[in-house]
């Protein structure tokens, strides 16, 4: 017995002894100049971001460059001089003017780097948002490992834009803060006071981008989703005993080009491949940053501009399709942290109710 275990121990070791960890070769090439450049008339959203690409095997935190000259030029060869704000990170003083036309100039280690003439879109605008009723489908894996189909009775937010000569395309970015309320228990004494709590829900991960049908013509974005919220608030708060309050729905809407939505919807596609048969091909997304000095140097990036408007709403979806809701647009643009709460009986400065 003594021996045989003595045997197993043995086999062990060599087996152990002999592992290799396979290490592909992959060819080092030189790192490539990235630039993340996005303006618009929000002066919270203006910068241009610097970088190098590192190899596939590198730990190394980003390589952001530093001490470039970055300028904003303006139709008419007016010149608006950006600073480094943060290390890699660039911004301008003045801020673009829509139907004015700009390109970015970055002049780093002797190379030049200009992106294409990009008119500015004006202004966008929501003519109506309204809810419908929705069930999503889904999976639920159980604690076996077996996989069900589910559906999840649901309300989808859409809105509708105008489409004109000057404005036909746009990106969304959505936010939803869900209020909610705890009243603690107390054994003895006076209550304690209700705490007043909130939790945000962003939408899936993806650029939402809207625009003309192909091979249509409109006169406006119809019906165009930006989020869908579960009438069952449980699905989103951290326990049982919250009470959800309604919704605070912020709208970024940001008016944008035909070259944007070409850009941004390639990036979609990249990005929900899930490797079957009819996905996209993996390949490089050029964007419309070019090297002046050296024309054959790949640059990374695009030079993003959009008009931009927020949009607040107050929601409160109910429990179903037959239950009606309440909806309601804000006039105010308080600060909204991603989530917390006030335990001592205050409510936020932001709190709204039906």
């Keep these: 017995m003594r021996k045989g275990l003595i045997n197993i121990v043995l086999i062990v070791f060599i087996l152990s002894s002999c ?42 935190a980003s390589d952001w460059v530093t001490g470039a000259n970055v300028k904003l030029i303006e139709d008419g060869n007016h010149i608006i001089a950006g600073y480094e704000q943060i290390t890699g990170n660039y911004t301008f003083v003045e801020l673009p003017v829509s139907g004015k036309t700009y390109q970015i100039r970055i002049t780093y280690k002797g190379d030049i780097y200009e992106s294409n003439t990009v008119i500015m879109p004006p202004l966008p605008r929501i003519d109506s948002l309204y809810t419908k009723d929705k069930l999503v489908n889904g999976y639920l894996t159980d604690s076996y490992g077996a996989v069900s189909p589910i559906e999840t009775p649901s309300r989808d937010i859409c809105i509708d834009a105008p489409i004109t000569s000057t404005l036909e395309y746009y990106r969304f970015s959505n936010r939803a803060v869900l209020q909610w309320v705890y009243v603690p228990q107390s054994s003895s004494g006076p209550p304690p006071p209700p705490w007043f709590g909130w939790k945000s829900v962003h939408d899936n991960g993806l650029f939402n981008l809207a625009g003309p049908k192909n091979f249509s013509v409109s006169a406006d974005v119809h019906q165009h989703s930006l989020m869908t919220l579960a009438y069952n608030v449980q699905n989103y708060l951290d326990s049982a005993s919250q009470t959800a309050m309604g919704w605070i729905l912020i709208i970024d809407q940001y008016g944008i080009t035909k070259e944007s ?50 949009y607040r709403y107050y929601l409160y979806l109910g429990t179903g399709p037959d239950n009606k809701g309440v909806q309601r647009r804000l006039n105010r643009y308080p600060d909204i942290p991603e989530e917390g709460y006030h335990e001592d009986g205050t409510r936020p400065d932001f709190w709204e109710t039906n």
Excluded at 29 to 58: C, E, G, I, Q, R
Aim: aromatic share 16%.
């Design 261 to 310: 939505y070409d850009f941004h919807r390639k990036l979609n596609q990249q990005f929900s491949a899930e490797g079957v048969l009819f996905d996209p091909v993996q390949t490089q997304i050029y964007g419309n940053i070019h090297c002046v000095t050296s024309p054959d140097k790949i640059v990374l990036g695009f030079f993003d501009l959009n008009s931009y408007r927020q």
């Design 19 to 60: 592992e290799e960890y396979y290490r592909p070769a992959i060819n080092v090439v030189p790192p490539l100049f990235v630039v993340d450049a996005h303006l618009s008339n929000d002066p919270k959203s203006n910068y241009v971001k610097l970088s190098m690409t590192s190899d596939f095997y590198s730990l190394a």
